[in-house]
């Protein structure tokens, strides 16, 4: 369902994280990850420096898809998994517009996966936050694509059997041109890395460690438990695609936090649209002249 942003009076100086603050206060259970999410979104937005209405929040169906109503910008809470076909035509309609995709693990690399893949096969210009919890959280806990082997749920309770999906590896192969991965303690990391990705010109992908405080009751202190296995990367060459992929295979107490990969060589789908060139579609003259009607008739005689 689309909702339209409300025109906001010009905001006098550089915007605050607090201009992006929503007219509906989240809520999440207390004590999700996605809390700090939507605060490192809402800084990343106003560091950016441009006006509620420059932004575009896209989300799918889940918990951390309830985003888009928390910020004010524009936004659609789209389908389950269909968050990326959607921001992929807003863009093309408008590329102007800097337009940023969140979703959960469940939404995004399960229900959506195919659309993870061809999005970031055909690099468009977005900026993709999944808040992964390793679960189905608003659906009571069912296991998720990102699920461990062994992990008692809803949907296991004799333990998980499918090996998880590594999100992190799968983008550098698939075709991403940004990939990083944040955890939700460290909002300052995250909101940079927002922001970093938010300039990036092609598919810019964060997966974030948001622990769900809910459903994951075998870890009570679930953020504790990921503290001691996370570590920042150092001394890396986000250029070299082969190295990267090397970090991302880590898991357990090696999973490494960052920027894994960043390619400014590859042109996004939008920059290489001839139909661009002359501005975004939106405000281009609808219709077909009796010009380019007699051409399109001509080559089809």
């Known amino acids: 369902m689309a909702r339209r942003a409300r025109r906001e009076r010009p905001v006098q100086g550089a915007p605050t994280a607090r201009d992006f603050k929503g007219d509906v206060n989240p809520d999440w259970c207390p004590g999700c990850g996605d809390f700090s999410v939507l605060s490192a979104l809402q800084i990343a937005y106003a560091k950016l420096g441009r006006g509620n209405h420059d932004h575009l929040t896209v989300s799918g169906i889940g918990c951390s ?34 337009v940023v995709v969140t979703g959960g693990d469940g939404d995004g690399y399960g229900i959506g996966g195919n659309h993870f893949i061809h999005t970031m096969r ?49 983008a550098i192969v698939s075709g991403a041109t940004y990939v990083a991965r944040a955890f939700s303690s460290e909002r300052a990391q995250l ?15 964060i997966d974030v460690i948001s622990p769900c405080v809910t459903w994951k009751k075998e870890k009570m202190e679930i953020f504790d438990y990921w503290k001691e296995r996370v570590h920042s990367l150092e001394g890396h060459d986000t250029s ?6 090397e970090q991302a ?19 996004s789908l939008n920059d290489m649209e001839p139909v661009l060139e002359n501005g975004p579609i939106v405000h281009q003259p609808m219709g077909v002249s009796k010009e380019q009607g007699d051409a399109i008739i001509q080559k089809m005689m």
Do not use: W
């Open 65 to 98: 898809s309830n985003l888009p109503g928390y910020v004010k910008t524009y936004g659609m809470h789209t389908l389950h998994g269909r968050a990326l076909a959607v921001a992929t035509g807003a863009k093309f309609a408008n590329h102007e517009l800097n």
């Open 122 to 170: 055909k690099n468009i210009d977005l900026l993709y936050v999944v808040m992964n919890n390793e679960t189905y959280g608003l659906t009571v806990g069912q296991a998720s694509p990102t699920t461990v082997v062994g992990e008692q749920t809803k949907s296991t309770p004799f333990g998980n059997l499918e090996s998880p999906l590594n999100p992190v590896a799968m």
């Open 191 to 205: 909101a940079e890395l927002m922001h970093d990705g938010m300039q990036h010109k092609g598919f810019a992908f």
């Open 240 to 245: 070299d695609r082969a190295a990267a992929l």
């Open 249 to 267: 295979v880590k898991t357990g107490h090696q999973t490494q936090l960052g920027l894994f990969y960043h390619d400014t060589s590859r042109q």
